[in-house]
C-alpha cells in the first residue's frame, strides 16, 4: 500500500507554546492508522492541522502527493479529507437531513439525495431521526451523524478524533463496527483514541505521541498492549 498521507517534521504552536514538534508520520492507502497518546500529546491538534483549521509554523502535510499544509479547510475537504471532530460537533439546531446536506456543502454534483438514501441505509437511527434537530439526539446518535455527515464530501481519508469519547461501552462496539464497515467499504481511516484496546483492534498501525512527538510506531503486536496501554495513557516518561 502507498502512502495516501505524508506528515513531515510539523510543528504547530499556539503563540510561543510548541503543541506539535516535529511530528512525521504517515496514513497508508486503505488502512486504519491509529494516534495514540496521553491527554495532552497533541493528537487534536494534529488533526486540526491536517484538516487544515490550524496552520502549521513549519513542515510538510501531503495528501495523495500533493502538499495541503497551506490550503484552505474547504479546499482539503475537496481534495478528499474529511474530519469528524472531537466531541461530535453536530450543528445542534439544525435538522438530522440539515446536518447532512451541510456536509456536502463543496459539492456540485447531483448525487446528493442518493447519498443520503444510503446514509439513512447505513444508520437506521437518523432515517428515523431525520427532521428532528440533532442537539436533542442522544450521544451516540450524534456521533453517527457527525460520521455520516463527513462521509457526505466522499472522502478519501476520513480523520476521525476520539470518536468513543464519553459514550457507553455498548455504544463504543457500534462504533467501532461501524469504523470497521466503512474500511471494509474501501475508506482509508486515521483514528485518534483514548480506547486503545478498541483501537488496536481495527488497527493496521499505529503511533504513540507523548509531549507533541511520535515516540513508537509500529503494527498491532509490535509492543506489548500492556505498554502501548500505560504510554497512550500516562507516557513513557511517567511510571
Do not use: W
Not at 486515521?190 to 505521541?209: K, P, S, T
Amino acid at each position: 500500500m502507498s502512502a495516501m498521507l505524508e506528515v513531515k517534521d510539523l510543528v504547530t504552536a499556539y503563540g510561543k507554546i510548541e503543541a506539535l514538534k516535529g511530528v512525521s508520520l504517515e496514513v497508508r492507502e486503505g488502512s486504519i492508522t491509529c494516534l495514540l497518546g496521553p491527554n495532552g500529546a497533541g493528537k487534536t491538534t494534529l488533526m486540526m492541522t491536517i484538516a487544515g483549521i490550524l496552520k502549521p509554523r513549519s513542515g510538510s502535510i501531503r495528501f495523495s502527493g500533493r502538499e495541503i499544509s497551506r490550503q484552505p479547510p474547504h479546499a482539503i475537504v475537496g481534495a478528499g479529507v474529511a474530519l469528524v471532530p472531537e466531541n461530535r460537533l453536530v450543528f445542534p439546531g439544525m435538522s438530522v437531513l440539515e446536518n447532512l446536506r451541510a456536509g456536502a456543502y463543496a459539492r456540485r454534483d447531483d448525487g446528493i439525495e442518493a447519498d443520503i438514501e444510503r446514509l439513512f441505509e447505513r444508520f437506521p437511527r437518523l432515517r428515523e431521526r431525520a427532521g428532528q434537530d440533532a442537539g436533542t439526539l442522544s450521544g451516540g446518535e450524534q456521533q453517527m451523524l457527525a460520521v455520516a455527515r463527513a462521509l457526505m464530501s466522499r472522502p478519501k481519508l476520513l480523520l476521525m478524533d476520539e470518536p468513543s469519547l464519553g459514550l457507553a461501552p455498548l455504544v463504543v462496539d457500534e462504533i467501532f463496527r461501524i469504523i470497521a464497515d466503512l474500511h471494509r467499504d474501501g475508506t482509508t481511516i486515521f483514528l485518534v483514541e483514548q480506547n486503545a484496546h478498541m483501537a488496536l483492534r481495527v488497527a493496521h498501525h499505529f503511533y504513540l505521541i507523548e509531549q507533541g512527538r511520535v515516540t513508537f510506531s509500529g503494527d498491532p503486536g509490535s509492543l506489548a498492549e500492556d505498554e502501548v496501554i500505560r504510554r497512550a495513557y500516562l507516557g513513557s516518561s511517567r511510571r
